[in-house]
């Protein structure tokens, strides 16, 4: 059965920097694209980043360019989030979601699957 679980979410202060783990599960995902979005209180849920399987392309939101980055372990089916320089509004329950189809992870609607997400939360 195909599943997504991610770890690394927790409490840190502006500035500093938390790892996120997404460790996928099931034969079917191991060539998923895949990606990391994002939901604060009260807020949609946004694209955070995307990483295609077979090129390795990636792609960031504005909000994080340069202070987040994808990547991918394809041997131990697991993708990355690695964020610096966190801000208070960087807080949201941060999910994984894998779609055999890039372009649905980057836009976020129709992806097959999705993880029950992480908190991280960034004090000022």
């Known amino acids: 059965q195909e599943q997504l679980v991610e770890s690394g979410g927790g409490l840190v202060q502006a500035g500093g920097s938390l790892r996120l783990s997404c460790a996928a599960s099931?034969?079917?995902?191991?060539?998923?694209?895949m990606g990391w979005f994002r939901q604060a209180p009260g807020k949609e849920r946004e694209f955070v980043a995307g990483i295609s399987f077979f090129s390795g392309t990636t792609d960031y939101a504005d909000s994080v360019k340069g202070r987040f980055t994808i990547s991918r372990d394809n041997a131990k089916n697991t993708v990355y989030l690695q964020m610096n320089s966190l801000k208070p509004e960087d807080t949201a329950i941060y999910y994984c979601?894998?779609?055999?189809?890039?372009?649905?992870?980057?836009?976020?609607?129709?992806?097959?699957?999705w993880g029950k997400g992480t908190l991280v939360t960034v004090s000022s």
């Open positions: 979601a894998a779609d055999a189809s890039y372009s649905t992870v980057v836009q976020g609607r129709g992806v097959d699957y």
């Open positions: 099931g034969r079917t995902l191991t060539t998923y694209a």
